[in-house]
């Protein structure tokens, strides 16, 4: 359902280290969803589709302080999940975010995991897409889809790999086979893809201080993190999902899965790590109906 101009409101909020972009679509009287995106530096672009959720509730998408239209400082200490974690709770804060929906894909999900660990008031439901409990784990999963790339891939990439060369053109091009196989299976990559994918290339230091040089190259400062055994102190109803391609692949889901009480797991057969693109209409009707379940508990 289209969205009346009055419906939407953008604005920013001041948050350690500066100040970051929302877009609140939807004036509904549902529990607000708030959304944090992948990366770290992916911006808000790839969940667009979420916004048609807002036809019985608030949406609310942001860019992450260091991409997209948030501010972006020039200072590495900032790129730490300790503060991320304050800037959630200063934008609900700032925008009377009482009562809420959480919804994390990727390293957003990380996110929403660590800020679930200091047990928040008014988190009705978590949705965690395509995201891990455990870096090692994640590191683990993408070197066996890596190994399976054709042998030719695989040997380029190692080769760039020993000796730290993971900008040079003919290794960005050979790792575009993993990209197209377990990223995003869609050709084209639709255009608010390519617009993520822009605000990590344009400014990428929060996401290789943070990652490393790319999707299966985990070196920054969250290679240690791990939350596999304080899983069960997510207290709320939380939805996991998946695709079946998907980088972070279902034994990643799986850990979620088993490790969060209560947890729903759900599978998108056609879809890599984007399903919100790649089977948008199924993906929306799975977020609408876990959503409304819990709504009505």
Same mark, same amino acid.
């Given at each position: 359902?289209?969205?009346?101009?009055?419906?939407?409101?953008?604005?920013?909020?001041?948050?350690?280290?500066?100040?970051?972009?929302?877009?609140?679509?939807?004036?509904?009287?549902?529990?607000?969803?708030? /959304?944090?995106?992948?990366?770290?530096?992916?911006?808000?672009?790839?969940? @667009? !589709?979420?916004?048609?959720?807002?036809?019985?509730?608030?949406?609310?998408?942001?860019?992450?302080?260091?991409?997209?239209?948030?501010?972006?400082?020039?200072?590495?200490?900032?790129?730490?999940?300790?503060?991320?974690?304050? =800037?959630?709770?200063?934008?609900?804060?700032?925008?009377?975010?009482?009562?809420?929906?959480?919804?994390?894909?990727?390293?957003?999900?990380?996110?929403?995991? =660590?800020? $679930?660990?200091?047990?928040?008031?008014?988190?009705? *439901?978590?949705?965690?897409?395509?995201?891990?409990?455990?870096?090692?784990?994640?590191?683990?999963? &993408?070197?066996?889809?890596?190994?399976?790339?054709?042998? @030719? /891939?695989?040997?380029?990439?190692?080769?760039? =790999?020993?000796? *730290?060369?993971?900008?040079?053109?003919?290794?960005?091009?050979? $790792?575009?086979?993993?990209?197209?196989? %377990?990223?995003?299976?869609?050709? !084209?990559?639709? #255009?608010?893809?390519?617009?993520?994918?822009?605000?990590?290339?344009?400014? !990428?230091?929060?996401?290789?201080?943070?990652?490393?040089?790319?999707?299966?190259?985990?070196?920054?400062?969250?290679?240690?993190?791990?939350?596999?055994?304080?899983?069960? @102190?997510?207290?709320?109803?939380?939805?996991? /999902?998946? *695709?079946?391609?998907? =980088?972070? /692949?279902?034994?990643?889901?799986? &850990?979620? %899965?088993?490790?969060?009480?209560?947890?729903?797991?759900?599978?998108?057969?056609?879809?890599? %790590?984007?399903?919100?693109? #790649?089977?948008?209409?199924?993906?929306?009707?799975?977020?609408?109906?876990?959503?409304?379940?819990?709504?009505?508990?």
């Amino acid at each position: 359902m289209a969205q009346r101009n009055s419906d939407i409101k953008e604005g920013f909020v001041p948050v350690p280290g500066g100040k970051v972009w929302y877009r609140m679509t939807g004036s509904g009287n549902g529990v607000p969803l708030l /959304t944090f995106h992948g990366g770290p530096g992916a911006g808000h672009d790839y969940l @667009e !589709p979420l916004e048609a959720l807002a036809d019985d509730r608030p949406v609310i998408l942001y860019d992450q302080l260091g991409c997209g239209n948030s501010d972006k400082p020039d200072d590495v200490s900032l790129w730490r999940i300790e503060r991320y974690v304050e =800037e959630v709770a200063a934008l609900r804060k700032a925008l009377s975010l009482d009562r809420v929906f959480l919804y994390g894909h990727s390293w957003g999900g990380i996110l929403a995991i =660590e800020y $679930m660990m200091g047990a928040p008031a008014g988190v009705v *439901g978590l949705i965690l897409g395509s995201s891990v409990a455990s870096a090692a784990q994640y590191a683990r999963e &993408t070197a066996v889809l890596k190994a399976q790339l054709s042998p @030719e /891939t695989v040997a380029i990439l190692r080769k760039h =790999e020993a000796v *730290g060369d993971y900008h040079n053109p003919e290794y960005e091009e050979a $790792m575009m086979e993993f990209y197209t196989r %377990h990223v995003c299976r869609l050709d !084209p990559w639709p #255009e608010p893809l390519m617009r993520t994918l822009n605000n990590v290339m344009s400014n !990428p230091a929060a996401y290789e201080t943070m990652q490393g040089p790319n999707e299966f190259t985990i070196n920054g400062n969250l290679k240690e993190w791990d939350r596999t055994e304080r899983l069960g @102190e997510i207290w709320v109803p939380t939805l996991v /999902t998946v *695709g079946r391609y998907d =980088e972070i /692949t279902l034994n990643c889901a799986e &850990t979620l %899965h088993r490790g969060i009480p209560g947890s729903e797991l759900v599978v998108f057969e056609n879809s890599a %790590h984007m399903a919100m693109l #790649e089977e948008t209409a199924r993906y929306l009707e799975v977020l609408r109906q876990f959503i409304g379940r819990v709504e009505r508990r």
